[in-house]
């Protein structure tokens, strides 16, 4: 007998392009790499400044593995689903009701990608005009995770509204199943 998550694992790989599967593992490796440099950095910002030898390099490097670990984040979690939005009421639903609310939930997530990406772009030329110390790097190199997971996150959300549109959201059978696992 297969476990409830496998059959929930199943179910989401049908509904998935295998043609993004590759940017997903290569996501969730780099967060992986973005959480390991934000915890060792850290350390080591202690540690040397508890010797009384501070690297200022490290807190620059710090910041940017935090960065782009939250906004790489949030690429692999809308491709997995786990990010938060209206799901409680959009699960409760059948039929076009279901699809109505599950595809203006998406919308609203895509209108968010879109605004990250423009708004995101904007930002990135700004940071041109600004140096981050000590390193003198523009702050551009951090204003570029933004559009970066604009971009991620559309991709993700088109690839979820195609699959639901053509395959179905799923039912309230399933969520009510989902709701007793846990």
Known sequence: ???FNSLVLEEQRHLKWRGLDWLEQV???LCGVAITGFSVLVM????TRTIGHPWLWLQ???MTFFIYGIFIGVGAATRRNDHLYLAVLAESLTGNKRLFFEIFNRLVVLGVA???IYFGYLNFLDGFKSLRMPSMTPLSSLYAAIPLCGVLVSIF???QMVNGWTHGFGDASHADEKRKAL
Request: aromatic residues 6%; glycine residues 6%; contains cysteine.
């Open 1 to 3: 007998m297969r476990g």
């Open 27 to 29: 996501l969730m490796i």
């Open 44 to 47: 080591c910002d202690i540690v």
């Open 60 to 62: 620059e490097a710090t």
């Open 114 to 116: 879109f605004c990250m």
């Open 157 to 159: 959300i088109v690839e």
